[in-house]
């Protein structure tokens, strides 16, 4: 059986209080609780992972993409599901909004506050971003 993976980004911007990164909420009563991800899907059949990331930042956030560097990947200690993670800045007009059904919730969040937000099996994304921007 083939694991779950998933590939996505992690836009940042830098706002008036500080770095914020790009996060959804997935939608659903059932998720109401639940922690928040970084934009990322499934690559569609012959679609490479960076391509994916971009593909599912715009669908989920509306947000485009642009100049992408990994981030590496991490794997969910519970399901065993692999994410790949691509980091770059967001574009300056950046509005995003909930475009998928996907998600009820899409916005730039402080760093610090991405952290506790984070899936924590994602948290490891917004410690590579710091490292890579310092």
Same mark, same amino acid.
């Given at each position: 059986?083939?694991?779950?993976?998933?590939?996505?980004?992690?836009?940042?911007?830098? &706002?008036?209080?500080?770095?914020? =990164? %790009?996060? =959804?909420?997935?939608? &659903?009563?059932?998720?109401?609780?639940?922690?928040?991800?970084?934009?990322?899907? *499934?690559?569609?059949?012959?679609?490479?992972?960076?391509?994916?990331?971009?593909?599912?930042?715009?669908?989920?956030? &509306? =947000?485009? $993409?642009?100049?992408?560097?990994?981030?590496?990947?991490?794997?969910?200690?519970?399901? &065993?599901?692999?994410?790949?993670?691509? $980091?770059?800045?967001?574009?300056?007009?950046?509005?995003?909004?909930?475009?998928?059904?996907?998600?009820?919730? $899409?916005?730039? *969040? %402080?760093? $610090?506050?991405?952290?506790?937000?984070?899936?924590?099996?994602?948290? =490891?994304? *917004?410690?590579?971003?710091?490292?890579?921007?310092?």
């Amino acid at each position: 059986m083939a694991r779950k993976f998933s590939s996505g980004t992690l836009l940042y911007r830098h &706002g008036e209080s500080g770095l914020e =990164v %790009l996060l =959804v909420h997935p939608s &659903g009563i059932y998720n109401r609780g639940k922690p928040w991800s970084i934009p990322k899907g *499934v690559p569609d059949p012959g679609e490479v992972d960076i391509d994916a990331a971009r593909r599912e930042t715009r669908e989920e956030t &509306g =947000v485009i $993409a642009g100049d992408l560097v990994p981030l590496g990947d991490t794997t969910y200690k519970k399901s &065993g599901k692999r994410i790949v993670c691509f $980091a770059g800045p967001a574009p300056t007009e950046a509005a995003p909004t909930c475009a998928s059904w996907e998600v009820d919730r $899409a916005e730039f *969040v %402080l760093l $610090a506050e991405a952290e506790t937000l984070l899936h924590p099996d994602q948290r =490891v994304f *917004v410690t590579r971003l710091h490292d890579l921007l310092d």
